[in-house]
C-alpha cells in the first residue's frame, strides 16, 4: 500500500515563506511525475507546479518566481518551496504522484496540508 504524506503547512504573514514535504512510501518500483495542487476557499483544486522524473518543472502563473518545487529521489520524497506569499496562496496544498507498483503506474493524492496566509 502506498501512502503519500504532506508536512511543513501552516500560518505565516505575507511576504514569508513556507517549505512543505510530501514523502510517499510503502511498495515503491519508482516515481514519475510528482506534483503540488492546492484548493482555496470556494475555489476550484488546481496545479501549482510540476515535476517531472527527470527533473524539469512547471509552474502556474502564478507562482511563478516565488515557488519552487525540486525532489529527493532517494526519500521518494518532494518539496514545494513558498517564498514572499500572498494571501491569496491561502490553501489546502494536495502532494500528486504517479507511481509505478510492481508493474503498474496509479495516481497517488496525500490528504492535504492547510497554508494560510495573512495579510
Known amino acids: 500500500q502506498v501512502q503519500l504524506v504532506e508536512s511543513g503547512g501552516g500560518l505565516v504573514q505575507a511576504g514569508g515563506s513556507l517549505r512543505l514535504s510530501c514523502a510517499a512510501s510503502?511498495?515503491?518500483?519508482?516515481?514519475?511525475?510528482m506534483a503540488w495542487y492546492r484548493q482555496g476557499p470556494g475555489k476550484q483544486r488546481e496545479l501549482v507546479a510540476f515535476?517531472?522524473?527527470?527533473?524539469?518543472?512547471n509552474y502556474a502563473d502564478s507562482v511563478k518566481g516565488r515557488f519552487t518545487i525540486s525532489r529527493d529521489n532517494a526519500k521518494n520524497t518532494v518539496y514545494l518551496q513558498m517564498n514572499s506569499l500572498k494571501p491569496e496562496d491561502t490553501a489546502v496544498y494536495y502532494c500528486?504522484?504517479?507511481?509505478?507498483?510492481?508493474?503498474?503506474?496509479?495516481?497517488?493524492w496525500g490528504k492535504g496540508t492547510l497554508v494560510t496566509v495573512s495579510s
Open positions: 500528486n504522484a504517479d507511481i509505478i507498483v510492481g508493474i503498474s503506474g496509479m495516481d497517488y
Open positions: 510503502g511498495n515503491i518500483f519508482s516515481i514519475n511525475h
Open positions: 515535476i517531472t522524473g527527470v527533473g524539469r518543472t
